[in-house]
């Protein structure tokens, strides 16, 4: 063996010896910054994963249904109200939808607003439903196709009636008679079906009216009820101006005193000399409005007779009628009795008539003369 042999070599290799076992007593350590950070970022990564993870869902979602219909169009039968719409998009979008958020609007075929009526089927289509959020679309409509009814509007004018008055005049008055409506028609708009069965006798009456206080003619604009007819109720806006008449009412009043009777004589009597009239007063029953007959006096009233309406009854005896003078508005009702008797008086012996002893003459007054009824 020569010397190069027995040389070590220039290249030494490390050996790592391997690290001694642990004791069971020691523990692992943990580095928790970095657990808790790994532990959010997978929550992070799961609920982005989540968000945007497509789901569906069903809502009961009503039809607007007047949205689009023209304004002098109607329904005459109420059709399907709800419909199930089945949408489908994000999960977190499509789980907080709700049925008050989106609208349904459909639109209706032209060739159904050209007549006066349709009755067919309607198609609900997805591009009908309104305020969907972003990246959510309809999948489906049930039903897909709806019945309805639709007829168009068409105007007719119906007389106006008084409807019911309401209220307590003021003392003295009571509800008289309906004077004035002012449109005495109205118009109402209802479909070309409904109007054929409308007659002449069907009227619209107005709401009920007050006088509550009133006197004399109480008027003011008044609200219309709806019109009825076969069960359907058909609205009428708008107001009639009214005027109702409040009469007096009327009222009799006796006086017990006598009335003394007073003469409008066709002096000088060439004949007689002595107006003696039997009986000289009489009793009288006044009527009119109540609040004047309870303010009336005697002294407003004054009873005569006119010499002019005498009527032979017997040799020197006469009928005259009695007549009376009153206030406006107020008439004697009756006289007891309504006629008196004139005893007339002849001329002295030496033919020379007796001087004429009559009543004072009654001049004619500024007032109403009423006759008693006979």
């Known amino acids: 063996m020569d010397d190069a042999t027995l040389q070590p070599s220039s290249v030494t290799r490390a050996i790592r010896r391997p690290p001694a076992p642990r004791s069971p007593g020691s523990r692992t350590r943990l580095h928790w910054p970095y657990a808790v950070l790994s532990l959010l970022i997978g929550a992070l990564l799961w609920f982005g994963v989540d968000l945007y993870r497509m789901r569906e869902k069903t809502l009961n979602v009503d039809i607007e249904y007047e949205s689009l219909l023209p304004a002098d ?26 049925k008050e958020q989106i609208t349904l609007e459909p639109e209706y075929p032209r060739t159904a607003l050209e007549r006066d009526s349709y009755d067919g089927g309607l198609t609900l289509m997805p591009t009908f439903v309104h305020n969907l959020p972003a990246g959510v679309s309809v999948v489906a409509i049930q039903p897909p196709i709806i019945n309805i009814r639709l007829s168009k509007l068409i105007t007719r004018y119906i007389n106006v009636e008084a409807g019911e008055i309401v ?45 509550e206080g009133g006197r004399g003619l109480v008027g003011g604009m008044v609200e219309l009820e709806p019109f009825e007819k076969d069960g359907v109720t058909v609205d009428v806006p708008g107001f009639v101006y009214m005027t109702v008449e409040l009469d007096e009412i009327p009222a009799e009043r006796r006086f017990d005193q006598p009335f003394e009777v007073r003469a409008l004589v066709d002096a000088p009597f060439d004949r007689y000399g002595k107006l003696n009239l039997s009986p000289p007063s009489v009793i009288v029953t006044a009527s009119g409005p109540k609040t004047i007959i309870d303010r009336l006096t005697a002294s407003e009233i004054t009873i005569y007779v006119d010499m002019k309406d005498r009527i032979p009854a017997a040799p020197g005896e006469f009928n005259i009628k009695l007549k009376a003078i009153t206030p406006s508005r107020v008439r004697v009702a009756r006289i007891e009795p309504d006629t008196v008797k004139w005893l007339a008086e002849e001329a002295t012996a030496s033919g020379a008539p007796a001087p004429a002893a009559a009543p004072s003459p009654v001049a004619a007054p500024a007032a109403t003369a009423a006759v008693p009824e006979e």
């Open 73 to 98: 169009w109607r329904f005459t039968s109420m059709p399907v109200r709800t419909v199930k719409v089945t949408v489908r998009g994000p999960n977190q979008a499509v789980e907080n939808l709700t």
């Open 167 to 211: 209220g307590t005049p003021q003392e003295g008055y009571a509800v008289g008679r309906v004077n004035q409506i002012d449109p005495v028609a109205m118009p109402i708009s209802a479909s070309r079906e409904f109007l054929s069965k409308i007659t002449s006798t069907d009227v619209i009456r107005t709401k009920p009216f007050s006088v």
